[in-house]
């Protein structure tokens, strides 16, 4: 395929950003439908990108005392149902395992959709003394929800993530858990992903089943919708009461520990292409980026040996400071591969030719902006660790920005639609949750969450005019 057909390939974002979507997530390689409806295969170079995100979360948490462990898939019905409001809000997403071999179980399995319970069951026998807690461990497993309606990394029947579960002596500090680990996930999205996020506690009407409090961090997508992007929840003893998780306290009384969950996944790689990509394809922030930078040697004519060599004394040195492919492909031209390379989303490109060794210099060209450069060879590893730190906090500022002009306060239901209802829309709230329900109906708009720090401006409900209790972000959502 010639590098015009390939761009050709990927539809234009303002033709159809759903088919975009789907264009960029399969020529980029970073994954592929898998035979069973709803599941997908997430190829080396989408996996490398998790794994990039994983290793970030995890060493954020091992530095605030969590620890790694791993609990089962499959989780007994009467486990599941302990805890009502939980169960309830689960069932309609619940994968269910009633055979084994040749044999009907005798209780019926869920795969898990999540592992409160599960957990929970297992803490009940851990917990025993106040010197036990805080109880701080995390898992990174895969879930099963059964979704109707699917779309790769954003919505999956299967997707990969990691669930926090913690107990604590009490109340106060398992806010301060909650809150904490959603700081976690705050700088986590903007200084690795370069996805800047609203932070806040989401609507009684949004939160998680059986939770008393759900904390999240919502991003602003480039078509106007929203993503929560990763939610940590204040349990309360709901949970603990369910599966009798209790300890003796100093005082020599026994009590129920005070418990939280935590969790993000995998549809923070459609987040990232989302909000960085274009028509050519992605636009990789360089600390997530599997390739950081690609050398392309131009190295046809007669003086080709020497370009190649040159190509890859080039990148040893450049292995010091960046994660760097060498495109040595002879089947292909040096436009072919910028091409290919812009559309995997790499961040920054090196060409280097005969007039380039002849010079003492190469070309830098920027994914980000779009621009070329000339640069000594001499001084090449300090001048692509300087150009990456430029695209990293360039593509940052570009989302802040998009996202800071696309949310509109209103003082009015009706004043979304002069915006075609895309974008954060913030507006009072009266706090009852049938106003919330009337705008989801009307509209598919949702609150997606009272932003911390954030109050009413006095200008009544947007949708009944009565006095606002809450001042809230409102956006459709995916």
């Not at 949970?239 to 005070?258: N, T």
């Not at 010091?320 to 091409?339: M, Q």
Request: hydrophobic fraction near 40%; proline fraction near 6%.
């Amino acid at each position: 395929m010639q590098p015009e057909q390939a761009l050709k390939a990927i539809t234009p974002k303002a033709t159809d950003f759903s088919q975009w979507y789907v264009d960029v997530v399969r020529k980029a390689e970073l994954m592929d439908y898998a035979p069973v409806k709803g599941f997908m295969v997430i190829r080396p170079y989408g996996y490398r990108i998790w794994e990039l995100i994983q290793a970030e979360l995890d060493a954020r948490f091992r530095a605030s005392g969590h620890e790694n462990a791993y609990f089962p898939l499959l989780i007994p019905q009467s486990l599941l149902e302990r805890e009502a409001a939980h169960v309830q809000g689960f069932s309609p997403e619940v994968a269910w395992v009633t055979r084994g071999g040749s044999e009907e179980l005798a209780e019926p399995l869920a795969v898990r959709p999540t592992s409160e319970t599960i957990i929970g069951a297992m803490y009940a026998r851990w917990v025993q003394s106040y010197r036990d807690l805080p109880l701080l461990i995390n898992q990174w497993a895969n879930v099963v929800r059964w979704e109707k309606a699917t779309r790769p990394f954003l919505r999956t029947t299967e997707f990969l993530w990691q669930e926090g579960h913690t107990v604590h002596r009490t109340a106060e500090e398992a806010q301060a858990e909650a809150r904490r680990m959603l700081d976690i996930y705050r700088e986590t999205a903007e200084s690795l992903l370069a996805v800047p996020v609203v932070a806040g506690v989401k609507s009684a009407g949004e939160r998680f089943a059986g939770a008393v409090d759900t904390y999240t961090i919502e991003a602003l997508m480039s078509d106007g919708r929203a993503l929560q992007a990763g939610t940590s929840h204040f349990l309360g003893q709901n949970f603990s009461r369910a599966f009798d998780i209790r300890f003796l306290d100093e005082d020599g009384q026994e009590k129920f520990g005070w418990t939280t969950s935590w969790g993000t996944s995998t549809r923070l790689i459609g987040a990232l292409i989302m909000v960085h990509g274009d028509d050519r394809g992605l636009r990789l922030p360089p600390r997530v980026a599997p390739v950081q930078v690609v050398v392309v040697p131009i190295a046809a004519g007669p003086r080709g040996p020497e370009v190649l060599e040159a190509a890859r004394a080039l990148t040893r040195e450049l292995e010091a400071v960046a994660r760097v492919r060498l495109d040595d492909r002879p089947e292909y031209t040096p436009g072919y591969k910028y091409n290919d390379w812009e559309m995997r989303g790499v961040p920054l490109r090196v060409e280097i030719g005969p007039r380039d060794v002849d010079a003492g210099t190469v070309v830098l060209a920027r994914r980000d902006v779009g621009t070329k450069e000339t640069v000594p060879r001499a001084g090449v590893r300090e001048a692509v660790a300087a150009r990456l730190e430029a695209v990293q906090q360039e593509l940052l500022e570009q989302a802040r920005r998009f996202r800071d002009s696309h949310t509109y306060p209103i003082t009015r239901e009706a004043d979304m639609e002069a915006y075609g209802f895309r974008g954060f829309f913030a507006g009072d709230w009266c706090g009852e949750e049938a106003c919330a329900q009337a705008v989801k109906e009307r509209h598919g708009i949702t609150i997606r969450c009272l932003p911390f720090g954030e109050e009413p401006q006095g200008s009544g409900c947007i949708v009944c005019g009565r006095p606002a209790r809450a001042r809230a972000w409102w956006a459709r959502a995916y």
